[in-house]
């Protein structure tokens, strides 16, 4: 099993473009996770999806949005990206949600926005 | 403890010594919590959990004791190697559905 995959590894934007993460799971996990992480802050979560078809906004929704179309792939769109977002993001995946599960993590996308 | 800012909290050991790495928890309500490490340029990984019914739980090499009177958890790495190092951190589950905080982390040196 791969895991978590996440494409792409690195990417450089000009402010106001837009962009696809693309986050895959082999694990036939319900639960998908999107995260951003901060130098010197812990992970926050972006957005998340119970299951194919559903997504649910987490604690730093603005700016992205999401689609889960399958069950093993969880789509993070930056419509316009702005500094701000400049960050690492994760994705994650659990079998069962709240309480009951880790969560695996991917290897992460290092986006910086110029 | 950790603490959310630009500086992680930093703890050298040496090689063979053993770690402990705390974690100060926020909300009374949680019942699971989950320790990860994260080495440079990687994703968390899973190290050990714990739920809230029990107060230790003992892993390979690892050991984690939770303090729920104090809100607190604490990581223990016995004979601390190289490969330890990393960043770790915890994370507690919240009263939302399917939602986890995540500490902002230790970094873990570990000294040959």
């Known amino acids: 099993n791969a895991g978590v995959t996440q494409t792409p590894k690195f990417r450089v934007l000009k402010t106001g473009q837009s962009m696809t993460l693309l986050c895959a799971q082999d694990m036939n996990h319900e639960y998908m996770y999107w995260y951003r992480q901060d130098p010197g802050m812990g992970l926050r979560l972006i957005h998340y999806?119970?299951?194919?078809?559903?997504?649910a906004k987490g604690e730093v929704p603005d700016g992205y949005n999401v689609s889960r179309l399958k069950k093993q792939n969880f789509l993070l769109g930056l419509e316009s990206a702005a500094p701000s977002q400049t960050s690492v993001y994760f994705c994650?995946?659990?079998?069962?949600?709240?309480?009951?599960?880790?969560?695996?993590f991917g290897p992460g996308t290092r986006l910086t926005v110029l | 403890g950790e603490s959310v800012g630009l500086h992680l909290p930093t703890l050298s050991v040496q090689e063979g010594d053993n770690s402990i790495i705390n974690c100060a928890y926020s909300?009374?309500?949680?019942?699971?919590f989950i320790w990860y490490k994260q080495e440079s340029g990687k994703g968390p990984q899973f190290i050990i959990d714990i739920r809230s019914n029990m107060d230790k739980r003992q892993g390979q090499r690892v050991t984690v004791l939770l303090n729920k009177t104090v809100k607190h958890l604490s990581l223990q790495i016995a004979a601390t190697q190289p490969g330890d190092s990393a960043v770790y951190f915890c994370?507690?589950?919240?009263?939302?559905?399917?939602?986890?905080?995540f500490g902002s982390g230790t970094k873990l040196n570990v000294k040959p």
């Open positions: 994370a507690e589950n919240s009263e939302d559905f399917n939602k986890f905080y």
């Open positions: 909300n009374s309500a949680s019942d699971y």
């Open positions: 999806s119970v299951g194919e078809g559903t997504t």
């Open positions: 994650a995946s659990s079998q069962a949600g709240r309480g009951t599960d880790t969560q695996y």
